[in-house]
């Protein structure tokens, strides 16, 4: 038995734990670490004199490329400011009125309360709204390149203009 069990495993075939009384099954051998795989492949590259990935500082951008970047960037500022939000709210001592009353103290100033109701507003409407922009394209709309830029630049626009409806309404 042992011996079988020894070409088994030489093999690559199934591998016999007694401790734990578990048969394992592996489709092929272990292979390689993950650090002699990259040595290999740099070697290889440097061997046929193959140049380094472009970078982005080389490639021409575009809107759909902006709008990706923000739509990312907008979804974890988003989050790590309602998780921010969130935090604060359980472990500062006060309620809310305290904290609003805290706010308007401060006399910023209209211009300056305007500013930062943008701030606040913009990323919620223009990640809502490209949001949408996308599930369009999950139902395969609008992969055309002038529909691809036609719906970003409606995105852009609603975007501002509900953010200035939101500074105004508030």
């Known amino acids: 038995m042992a011996l079988l069990l020894r070409t088994f ?10 401790q734990f009384g578990i ?3 592996h489709a092929v051998p272990m292979g390689t670490t ?17 140049p380094v990935s472009p970078h982005l500082t080389i490639y021409k951008w575009s809107l759909p490329m902006m709008m990706s970047i923000t739509h990312r960037g907008t979804g974890v500022g988003l989050s790590g400011g309602i998780s ?21 103290s401060l006399s910023v100033g209209p211009a ?11 990323p919620v409407s223009y990640h809502t ?17 002038p529909e691809v830029y036609r719906s970003g630049y409606v995105v852009i626009v609603l975007s501002i203009l509900t953010s200035i409806a939101a500074i105004a309404y508030m």
């Open 34 to 50: 993950a650090n002699e795989e990259m040595n290999t492949f740099w070697a290889k590259n440097n061997k046929l004199n193959r």
């Open 23 to 25: 048969l394992y099954r």
């Open 129 to 145: 709204l490209n949001g949408i922009r996308h599930l369009f394209w999950d139902s395969g709309k609008g992969f055309k390149i």
């Open 9 to 18: 495993t030489r093999q690559g075939i199934c591998l016999f734990r007694p």
């Open 84 to 104: 921010a939000f969130a935090l604060l709210a359980l472990v500062l001592p006060g309620n809310y009125p305290y904290y609003l009353d805290l706010i308007h």
């Open 112 to 122: 300056l309360l305007s500013l930062a109701k943008f701030g606040i507003a913009f």
